[in-house]
């Protein structure tokens, strides 16, 4: 009998990162910069008050030539409300492109989680204490384009 392969089984090992604070989101924003999603894996689950999204990042974690990307989920915890700005509503297959993951705190431990997007879009989460999960979910991919993201500075 045949097992399908396991992210496990390879030689790279998926990311399993959490955030509690502004600085660890930091590092998971780098993480997630350049990720693309197309509007239809947006999930709020306003009763668990969760928030996720199912990206395709590029590794920045990783040198890989030619480069890699690999779809994770980016889950927020203890979400109150959800908002957006330049989000394009009932399109689901338009493809949005994460820049940045931030929080402002507003009353210790509550803030806002502000995931600024491409082309001037925003969504802004309200949550009542911060708590992220960034999780690989597939084996990494080569980039369709073959290239890395730049921006200009």
């Not at 395709?56 to 030619?66: H, S, Y």
């Not at 940045?100 to 925003?122: K, N, W």
């Amino acid at each position: 009998m045949t097992k399908d392969a396991r992210f496990e089984d390879g030689d790279k090992a998926p990311l399993n990162l959490g955030a509690l604070d502004a600085g660890d989101l930091d590092v998971i924003s780098s993480l997630v910069q350049d990720a693309v999603f197309p509007a239809s894996e947006m999930r709020w689950h306003k009763r668990e008050g969760r928030f996720a999204l199912l990206l395709n990042r590029m590794r920045w974690e990783t040198k890989a030539t030619p480069p890699e990307r690999v779809q994770s989920v980016l889950m927020f915890a203890n979400v109150q409300s959800v908002a957006s700005q330049g989000v394009p509503k009932g399109d689901p297959d338009t493809v949005l492109s994460l820049l940045r993951a931030g929080f402002e705190e507003t009353e210790t431990p509550s803030g806002l989680v502000i995931l600024t997007l491409a082309g001037d879009g925003a969504i802004r989460l309200t949550v009542e204490a911060l708590d992220v999960t960034l999780k690989d979910v597939t084996r990494p991919y080569l980039a369709p384009s073959g290239k890395r993201p730049s921006h200009p500075e």
